[in-house]
């Protein structure tokens, strides 16, 4: 043998044979089923098989016995799942459908799929899906998990035929970049309340334009407060209208969300409320919200899964969560939806609310003063990031492809933000479109404060209640001026003005949204303030 065939052998045995692969292996997709809905789940089978997923199928009884099943045994389950998981050089999601208690079940040992137990401070022995998704010791998962809280075969065909519609939804629809946020007073003390407040507001000013937001708060201190006759209604309202996420912050308990004075969205509205169009994804950071069992039954989360006309997929805690966990959670999730979109699967979402509890940062004041108001001091910071590691859940499949807008209009701008002055926007619509129809929008930001606020009368008059609601209705009215026009070569040039006495803004959003057929596209662009102009 030459010296250099030598060279060239020996350089084949040093070079891993994944240094060969043209391509990465596609994802794999575990589902992991009681069997008395094996046959139920095939339709979303063969939707991850034509997505390019390799679907690996394991049903219960062929690794668990049934006095395994009955004793709430899965942990040669979570083994098998570990073992997938470890061999497959590329992404794993698993799914898990089954009850994960007997109750009142006919032949439970068919329809179980038994949790694992909780190994951390208040979680210890409470049921968690968590150890699935965690192939080391450590308890942050790196595997996405999600369950199908199914009872019966019709709840199983409910949830797949749920998340299948939402996946094939081609329908053009403003609500893929909408998120609703519903809130309950803190209710701890009036320094607490505002800094509660204060932090949200900082996070969601630092969202990307393209989304806009509505939010409902209960708190009379917030213009975005609604009197108590109307918060049912009002929340009722904004969830069926459609969002990409709905987001719960505040106090509640497994039978609903938690209003001291009013009647909020309860247990029996999460499953029977029905969104026409974009159900989209349940945040909920209050206690309970997705309680698999306990002293008040299931939590709303799990009836809002079952409902087939409701969200799609639901994150929410098992037992009592603490205020200071909470806001590391929502952190981490917002974090997924600041470069503008959601990511394309709803497993990074829920991923990052983990990460978010695991390793977000907070101040020392304020996890202290959170801790306070709502939390246990007698639990260290890092026990309860532990505990809430095992305690969050996700329902539904976190392999949920999440729909959005595949198209981008190009805006550019040339203005001063000057009140009565025009606002010349020019735009150039994505090739997919031709001729359309297109609305565009002056808006001013997320965190601002709207015109015309009025104070609130000192009694509970009538004229409180109206003030209230007026206010409630201009803190959500972000749009300044708009126009709708159709286009037909693509490109457009349309003059926008900044309404007389409308305050100097440090910035505005112009927003174009186009539709033609099933295709929709959408823009945003910012114009900044003179240096020199004032700031609100």
Known sequence: MTRRHFLALLLLCLVSPRSFASTPQPPQWILVTAPAFRA???????????????????????????????????????????????????????????????????????????????????????PTDNGFGCLDESLLPTVAVGRFPARSVEEVERMVWKTLAYECNTEPGDWRQRITVLAGVPAFTPLVDRLIE????????????????????????????????????????????????????????????????????????????????????????????CQLWGPDGEGYGVSAMRNPFGPVAVIGSHGICFAAMCQLGADGMLETVGAGRFPERVADVFLKVKQGIAHGKM??????????????????????????????????????????????????????????????????????????RIKLTLERPLTSVPAGLQPLPADSAPERQQVMLVNHERANQFVLQSQEFTVIDRRFQVQLWLPDGAPQYPRLLVRAYAVSGKQEAQGVTILEAPASGPAK
């Open 40 to 126: 139920a789940l095939e339709p979303l089978c063969d939707h991850r098989r034509a997505e390019g997923m390799k679907v690996v199928l394991i049903e219960t009884t062929k690794v668990l016995t049934p006095p395994d099943i009955l004793a709430l045994d899965s942990k040669r389950l979570a083994e098998r799942v570990h073992r997938l998981a470890r061999m497959h050089d590329g992404r794993t999601y698993v799914l898990l459908v089954g009850a994960v208690e007997a109750g009142n079940l006919e032949e439970p040992a068919k329809k179980v799929l038994p949790c694992l137990a909780g190994t951390a401070g208040r979680m210890t022995d409470q």
């Open 198 to 289: 204060t932090m949200a507001m900082s996070r969601f000013g630092k969202l990307d334009p393209r989304w806009t937001v509505r939010a409902l708060y209960h708190n009379e201190s917030s213009r975005f407060c609604v009197p108590d006759a109307q918060l049912h209604a009002r929340s009722l309202q904004y969830i069926r209208e459609g969002q990409a996420l709905t987001l719960y912050l505040g106090h509640s308990w497994a039978k609903g969300l938690y209003a001291p004075t009013a009647r909020f969205l309860d247990r029996e509205d999460w499953a029977t409320l029905k969104i026409e169009r974009g159900p989209g994804i349940f945040a909920t950071f209050g206690c309970n919200g």
């Open 363 to 436: 101040d020392a004041l304020s996890f202290r003063l959170l801790d306070a108001a709502d939390g246990d001091s007698k639990i260290p910071q890092d026990e309860q990031r532990q505990e809430h590691l095992e305690m969050f859940l996700l329902l539904g499949d976190p392999a949920l492809r999440i729909p959005r807008a595949a198209h981008e209009i190009k805006l550019s701008t040339a203005a001063m933000l000057t009140p009565g002055s025009p606002i010349v926007v020019q735009g150039e619509l994505p090739a997919a479109l031709t001729e359309c």
